[in-house]
Antibody, heavy 122, light 113 residues
C-alpha cells in the first residue's frame, strides 16, 4: 500500500518561494510518475505538474515560469518549488501518484498525500 | 485548456435514493486508438484529499462500493450513486486526463435531503 507524506512551510510572504517535499512509502518509487495538485480554500482542484521516474517534467502552462518539480530517488522523495508567490497561490497543496498499469502511466491520481495549507500573506 | 463543467453545482438526495452528477468536457476525451474515455471521478470529504472512485469513465477503483458507477462517452459523462448512504456526503469532481494540462470540473456538493 503506497503512502505519501508531505511537508513544508505553511506561511509565506509575497515574492518568497514555496517549497514542499513528498516522501513515498510502501511502494516502488522508480518506474512511477508523481504530481502536485493544489486547491484554493473552498475552491476546486488545479494540476500543477508532474515528474516521471527519470526526472522528466511537465508543467501547467499557467504556472510553468514559476514551477520546478524535482526528484530524489535515493530518498524516495519528490519536491515542489513555486517562486514569486502571491496571495493567489494560497491553497492546500497535495502530492499524488499517477495511475500506472501495463507499463504506462496516466495523469489521474490513485494515491494522495494529506495536503499542506500554504498561506501567502504580508 | 479543456473545460470540464459539472452539473448541478449542488444536489440534495434522500437516503437510499439515486444521485446523479453530470460532467461535460469542451472536447472529446475518447481516444480512438484504444476506445477509452480518459475521464476519472473523485470523492472529497472535508479536510481530506480526493479519493479516486472511477477511471476510464466506468472502471471502479478497487474497494469502491458497487453503488458507485460511471457512464458516458466522448464529451458527456455521468456519475451515479444507486442508493445514497450517509457516508457519501462529499464533493465530487470529474477530471479529464486526455489533454495536458489535466483538468477538473468545479465540483458537485452532495448532501442528504
Amino acid at each position: 500500500q503506497v503512502q505519501l507524506q508531505q511537508w513544508g512551510a505553511g506561511l509565506l510572504k509575497p515574492s518568497e518561494t514555496l517549497s514542499l517535499t513528498c516522501a513515498v512509502y510502501g511502494g516502488s518509487f522508480s518506474g512511477y510518475y508523481w504530481s502536485w495538485i493544489r486547491q484554493p480554500p473552498g475552491k476546486g482542484l488545479e494540476w500543477i505538474g508532474e515528474i516521471n521516474h527519470s526526472g522528466s517534467t511537465t508543467y501547467n502552462p499557467s504556472l510553468k515560469s514559476r514551477v520546478t518539480i524535482s526528484l530524489d530517488t535515493s530518498k524516495n522523495q519528490f519536491s515542489l518549488r513555486l517562486s514569486s508567490v502571491t496571495a493567489a497561490d494560497t491553497a492546500v497543496y497535495y502530492c499524488a501518484s499517477l495511475y500506472c498499469s501495463g507499463g504506462a502511466c496516466y495523469s489521474f491520481f490513485d494515491y494522495w498525500g494529506q495536503g499542506n495549507l500554504v498561506t501567502v500573506s504580508s | 485548456d479543456i473545460v470540464m463543467t459539472q452539473s448541478p453545482d449542488s444536489l440534495a438526495v434522500s437516503l437510499g435514493e439515486r444521485a446523479t452528477i453530470n460532467c461535460k468536457s469542451s472536447q472529446s476525451v475518447l481516444y480512438s486508438s484504444n476506445n477509452k474515455n480518459y475521464l476519472a471521478w473523485y470523492q472529497q470529504k472535508p479536510g481530506q484529499p480526493p479519493k479516486l472512485l472511477i477511471y476510464w469513465a466506468s472502471t471502479r477503483e478497487s474497494g469502491v462500493p458497487d453503488r458507485f458507477s460511471g457512464s458516458g462517452s466522448g464529451t458527456d459523462f455521468t456519475l451515479t450513486i444507486s442508493s445514497l448512504q450517509a457516508e457519501d456526503v462529499a464533493v465530487y469532481y470529474c477530471q479529464q486526463y486526455y489533454y495536458t494540462p489535466p483538468g477538473f470540473g468545479q465540483g458537485t456538493k452532495l448532501e442528504i435531503k
